[in-house]
């Protein structure tokens, strides 16, 4: 019989193989999907379901149509306990209610999770008013205001905006004076790095300065700010060694550390990532125990049926989808580098940090619009780092009500690898080349998925080594001969002294940046949002991001139409912003008071323009030509109240007319000068840029921000307008993103397509 200590005899290790684990876990993740998304009428999807397990005859096809039935009822569910979530049935609005917190709140306010009390069940997230700490578990009276928002698949969320609270009474549970204690114990030993130990420790991240997560972002470490696989495992690991220390069996050791990881996770309240790892770490801890081997990705398919089981909602969550394919990519990899290289440690983090990078690229692409292949690298330091620093914080927190002094010295260990993580992400978002950002949105994916096809090929199960480097070889002639030609693709500025203008490519909308020759930036709307797509998010941050950008000067909206003002709110998310400026016209519609309620409740500064209003950036002047309340057709049509914009730099002008149809053109005209640029009103529709408008204006050049639309935009009576002043016309829709560089005596307008440039001062092509 094999000792608990030693490795069980081959003739009773079995490796067992759970590939229908895999293909189970996948219908019922598609199952549960088309719930969740509402994908055809459930009875439809049931009937076609049930004829095909019929017809086909086969046990493995009559698993999987159960397994799809299954998710789908799942999502079905779901979906009908979300019908009596809190941020569901909070009415929209101010609120006068109980909420219970579920995290302590400290004086500098922020955000943090509370829970209504009354007629709804489920959390929400709530903005907390500053100067008012308040311990986990207590209720209190509070006047507030829902802003509700769609989120994934349709899901309700929003912000409650707590403006008043009074009172406080209750008896916080053991594991809410626990979460107090922790957070006091992590400001009292960490202090302005407490935030950091939030995240590390507790998953809360709203405290953490937006420039250094963007510096973890950008170096690719983003992952070591949240509570994922990676720090549960670490954990687990810890929890392990101590066990064995202890002179405890491999198998008590295994199942102890998994009872651990478990308990955290619990505590943590099942976030996907690291139930997964829970899930691993159990399953990993039943193999031993019976003595079996599990097919990795099948043992990888199983921990992400319990995350669904858990939290059907994890099947269209971005850190979940995230968890399991760098998972998946590190153990992919790392076996390759196990059977060629060589099982030392550089080898096996030089596998998983290429693989998990890899497979993660593509989802991050889509989604974020960013990859930092930096990480690839720095993972070889930043992994040390975290294995010491998670288990270090963690055990200050704890010895510290015992032992203070110990756990002050832990802290001071602890505080260094941090301060030295924090360095590590900041060389690694410094390093040029060690990210790229661009739109985020699905084509972005496909360059990275290649990338990961081809790393496939190359490393496959029976290739050696001098195999996989002679597949690379020719993978890396492909690429350099691709480099070489993409370096001829004309390229957007955005440096220099000179000003630009970007009009980017938002589909049907408009959104456009300056940048100013000292480097400032100014946004002047942002695209569309719809359900399923926001150009805020896709489109405008994701080019901000790609210059470097921390913050926004100035954003201006043109009017409340969501074609405009629809992205600003995933813009300001992401960018701080020094002012907003709007017309100030009451819209009632509650995109534009839930963008009002948004900057109330980030303190954000306002201010409504009026015509003549004057102000200057970096020697570029911002003059407001449009709207004037006095006007007689103040408040008939939004699109009329639009705010119009001239930009003056030098000799050149710019004109942004936003939705300016002929009714506020022709009140403009009197003090329209003329100009070099003309972004045209109203996405070239037919009741906008007139003859006489354009006679004032008498533009060398124009931009139509226009996309895919039923509205018949541009339409033909505009262009022919443009095309019998002589004005040469650009198209979003077709150029693409249009960048506009002057020095003020001449201009160059350039796209993917084609570039032009014009003498501003004499208004005259050049050759």
Not at 94 to 123: F, K
Not at 167 to 194: D, M, N
Request: overall charge positive; some cysteine; proline content about 5%.
């Amino acid at each position: 019989m094999a000792s608990a200590e030693g490795p069980p005899p081959a003739s009773r290790l079995g490796a067992v193989k759970l590939r229908p684990a895999i293909l189970f876990t996948t219908a019922y993740g598609a199952g549960l999907a088309t719930g969740l998304l509402h994908f055809g009428a459930p009875l439809g999807v049931v009937g076609v379901a049930l004829a095909a397990a019929f017809f086909a005859q086969r046990p493995l096809v009559t698993l999987l149509t159960a397994a799809a039935l299954l998710g789908r009822l799942s999502g079905e569910i779901t979906w009908l306990a979300e019908a009596e979530s809190c941020a569901a049935r909070l009415p929209t609005g101010r609120l006068s209610l109980s909420i219970r917190l579920l995290e302590p709140a400290d004086s500098s306010g922020g955000r943090l999770y509370v829970q209504p009390l009354g007629a709804c069940r489920g959390p929400v997230s709530a903005r907390w008013p500053e100067n008012r700490a308040l311990s986990a578990g207590l209720t209190v009276s509070a006047v507030a205001r829902w802003i509700p928002r769609s989120g994934v698949a349709g899901r309700p969320a929003g912000t409650l905006v707590v403006s008043r609270i009074e009172g406080a009474s209750g008896r916080p549970s053991p594991g809410a004076r626990l979460r107090t204690a922790l957070a006091h114990t992590s400001q009292t030993l960490y202090g302005a790095r407490a935030p950091m130990v939030d995240a590390l420790i507790l998953g809360r991240r709203g405290g953490i300065d937006r420039t250094l997560q963007d510096r973890f972002a950008q170096s690719g470490l983003v992952h070591l700010l949240s509570i994922s696989g990676f720090h549960v495992g670490v954990i687990t690991a810890w929890v392990f060694l101590f066990c064995r220390a202890l002179r405890l069996g491999r198998g008590g050791s295994f199942v102890l550390a998994a009872a651990a990881s478990a308990a955290y996770v619990a505590f943590l309240g099942w976030p996907a990532p690291a139930t997964r790892a829970a899930a691993l770490a159990a399953l990993l801890a039943l193999g031993r125990v019976r003595q079996r081997l599990v097919e990795t990705n099948a043992l990888l398919s199983v921990t992400c049926l319990c995350v669904l089981l858990i939290d059907p909602w994890a099947m269209v969550d971005l850190g979940a989808w995230l968890s399991a394919a760098a998972l998946w990519g590190a153990s992919t990899f790392s076996k390759w580098t196990d059977r060629t290289l060589g099982e030392a440690a550089w080898w096996r983090t030089l596998g998983s940090s290429v693989g998990a990078t890899l497979a993660t690229a593509p989802i991050t692409a889509a989604a974020l619009g960013a990859v930092a292949v930096v990480g690839i690298a720095l993972n070889f330091l930043a992994i040390p780092l975290a294995a010491v620093a998670v288990p270090g914080v963690l055990a200050s927190l704890l010895v510290y009500p015992l032992w203070p002094a110990m756990a002050g010295a832990l802290a001071s260990g602890a505080g260094l690898t941090l301060h030295l993580l924090e360095l590590l992400a900041l060389a690694g978002a410094s390093l040029p080349g060690g990210h790229t950002v661009g739109a985020a949105e699905l084509r972005s994916a496909v360059p990275w998925a290649a990338g990961l096809a081809v790393s496939l090929w190359c490393i496959g199960k029976r290739n050696t080594l001098a195999e996989a480097v002679r597949r690379w070889s020719w993978a890396a002639v492909v690429v350099l001969w691709s480099s070489l030609l993409w370096t001829w693709v004309p390229r957007t500025a955005n440096t220099g002294s000179d000003l630009a203008l970007h009009f980017l490519d938002v589909g049907q909308g408009d959104g456009a940046v300056v940048r100013t020759p000292a480097g400032r930036w100014v946004l002047i709307d942002a695209g569309p949002r719809s359900r399923y797509a926001d150009a805020g998010r896709r489109v405008v941050a994701p080019f901000l991001a790609s210059r470097g950008v921390r913050e926004l000067a100035v954003v201006i909206v043109s009017h409340a139409h969501a074609d405009h003002l629809g992205g600003v709110q995933s813009v300001l998310e992401r960018f701080d912003a020094g002012m907003i400026i709007e017309p100030g016209e009451r819209v009632h519609d509650p995109l534009y008071y839930g963008f009002l309620d948004d900057l109330a409740a980030g303190a954000i500064p306002w201010h409504a323009a009026r015509t003549g209003e004057r102000f200057v950036l970096d020697g570029v002047a911002f003059t407001v030509l449009h709207p004037d309340p006095r006007w007689s057709g103040w408040g008939e049509d939004v699109n009329e109240d639009s705010l119009v914009m001239l930009i003056e730099y030098g000799s050149f002008q710019a004109l942004f007319a936003g939705d300016a149809g002929f009714p506020a053109e022709a009140e403009m005209r009197s003090r329209a000068p003329a100009v070099d640029l003309l972004k045209v009103g109203h996405h070239g529709s037919r009741g906008s840029t007139g003859d006489e408008w354009l006679d004032s204006l008498r533009p060398r050049a124009a931009v139509i921000s226009v996309g895919q639309n039923k509205y018949a935009h541009p339409s033909v009576p505009t262009l022919r307008r443009l095309r019998d002043h002589k004005v040469d016309v650009w198209r979003t829709d077709r150029d693409g993103t249009i960048t506009v560089t002057t020095d003020g005596t001449r201009m160059t307008m350039h796209s993917g397509r084609r570039e032009t440039m014009y003498d501003v001062r004499e208004n005259q092509l050049q050759p």
